[in-house]
């Protein structure tokens, strides 16, 4: 349930009016997972809205060392909501993460970077406000099982509706299993998740979040899109974290799981995270002019001239994992074009095309994926955008063809992104001081992003046996 508060008296009302026993106290490591600890209501007292209330930050990925390990937490009494999941009557309240020997403000706390983003806009006199609208695809799955260990590897899923149960005992087998790719709007009983998502947007609504759509996705095995209504960056960023809440918790309440992992299926599509962005000033919509290609504004050009020109070292943000680069390859719908159009779901950048309304106009940036981080994927997004109009960075000619279709000469010309999580960590290692404009990211943030992505993901994964060389390579 929202609540609608704004101050730390509307929260007290608020626990009062609906009888709350625990309040749970929630924040983002860098990673992007949501951390949270409980403490019964009498320990929020009217001075933890200033003085915040501790934790250890050492056990936080990307956050401190064990020598400097005491961080507050500092709750923000507009996030305020009842958990629709709990048996105690639970308020959860998003907080802001605050170092406590200097008071200040924490560098690595990612809706700090969220926030300086949206001021950093303000400052920059070009528009008072960037809206934002992800669309986070997902499987819901029915089983999954994997682990690793010296001599072993494996994972293992399955589905009722995966198309590789089609000959498999179920007691009944029923069949309507979409085939691979063909998992785009059927109905049910093809599509058997109807129920599953259209409680997962009322449960959205109920806490404030506005939903515009939900729908099976194209892959087999259970794969759903939900899109909320745009809002303002850091207000998107909080709904995105209580949206993979939702999801994962109804999912679970269905017997069922879910992830938002880009690529767990083989030779079927990924799950993106297609982001839409558009800038205003008062009432004007930034991007939109009439007289122009795709409806687009000189502004919409530069901004994606920044999207693109930075893409590389966007997607160590947008696109964070390893796994994204299953992903991002050529076919499986993949945007791997360092291109716009006002149509082609190939490129990088596209234009949306379904309003004429000058309201509506906006740029969707189609590499990321939902595993991305979106304080700091949304926030990366905006400073690439930003650098575009201040610099006024042509993105070139729009390509309006099918792209895997263009003849070699004209495909040679076309720019891809990287295929590797290593490639995009270079990349953002060279390319960064966009990012830092505003403070907005500091160095310390790269620095750390790129030792934990390194270290815990790109190195593990390269010193691993993988299975499949055993079917290439056992019988050498």
């Known amino acids: 349930m929202s609540l609608q508060c704004k101050t730390p008296d509307d929260v007290s009302k608020a626990i009062r009016d609906h009888d709350v026993k625990i309040v749970d106290l929630r924040f983002t490591d860098l990673p992007g997972t949501w951390q949270h600890f409980s403490v019964p209501i009498n320990c929020l007292t009217s001075d933890a809205f200033e003085e915040g209330l501790g934790f250890d930050g050492s056990s936080i990925r990307g956050f401190q060392t064990i020598d400097e390990s005491d961080m507050l937490v500092v709750p923000d009494p507009a996030s305020a909501f009842i958990d629709p999941f709990t048996a105690a009557a639970t308020m959860v309240l998003i907080c802001n993460v605050r170092d406590p020997v200097t008071g200040e403000r924490y560098s690595r706390d990612p809706r700090y ?4 983003a949206e001021n950093h806009l303000k400052h920059t006199e070009i528009a008072d406000v960037s809206y934002w609208g992800p669309e986070a695809e997902f499987f819901v799955f029915d089983d999954i099982r994997y682990g690793e260990g010296v001599n072993h590897s494996f994972y ?11 000959g498999t005992e179920e007691q009944p087998n029923l069949g309507h299993k979409p085939r691979p790719k063909e998992g785009y709007f059927p109905v049910p009983p093809t599509d058997s998740l109807q129920d599953l998502r259209s ?23 259970g794969q759903n899109e939900i899109d909320m209504r745009y809002t303002s960056l850091t207000r998107m960023a909080d709904q995105l974290m209580t949206y993979k ?3 994962k918790n109804v999912a679970r309440s269905y017997g069922m799981t879910a992830t938002f992992m880009p690529k767990p299926l083989f030779e079927d599509n990924g799950s993106g995270m297609h982001v839409h962005s558009s800038l205003w000033k008062g009432d004007t919509n930034l ?6 290609y795709a409806g687009l504004s000189e502004v919409g050009r530069y901004y994606i001239g920044g999207l693109l020109k930075h893409a590389p070292a966007l997607l160590a943000f947008c696109a964070p994992t390893v796994n994204s680069y299953r992903r991002l390859v050529p076919g499986f719908e993949a945007p791997i074009n360092l291109v716009y159009s006002q149509r082609n779901r190939s490129a990088c950048c596209r234009i949306p095309m379904y309003s004429a309304n000058p309201k509506a106009k906006r740029v969707e940036f189609r590499p990321p994926d939902p595993a991305c981080n979106g304080y700091l994927g949304f926030s990366a997004m905006l400073m690439a955008g930003l650098d575009g109009i201040e610099n006024r960075i042509d993105p070139g000619d729009p390509i309006d063809k099918d792209l895997y279709d263009l003849p070699p000469e004209e495909a040679a010309a076309v720019e891809s992104t990287p295929g590797s999580l290593e490639e995009v960590l270079d990349a953002l290692e060279k390319d960064h001081e966009f990012l830092l404009k505003g403070d907005v990211f500091t160095p310390d943030v790269i620095d750390m992003w790129l030792s934990y992505k390194r270290e815990n993901e790109v190195d593990p994964m390269r010193l691993r046996p993988h299975p499949h060389e055993f079917f290439l390579y056992y019988d050498i």
């Open 199 to 221: 409680e997962m947007i009322l449960t959205m609504m109920d806490l404030g979040i506005e939903i515009e759509t939900h729908h099976h996705e194209v892959a087999t095995g």
């Open 113 to 116: 970077i969220a926030q300086k």
């Open 287 to 292: 991007f939109f002019s009439e007289a122009d």
């Open 156 to 166: 293992h899923i399955d589905s009722s509706e995966g198309n590789w149960n089609t």
């Open 245 to 247: 809440y939702v999801v």
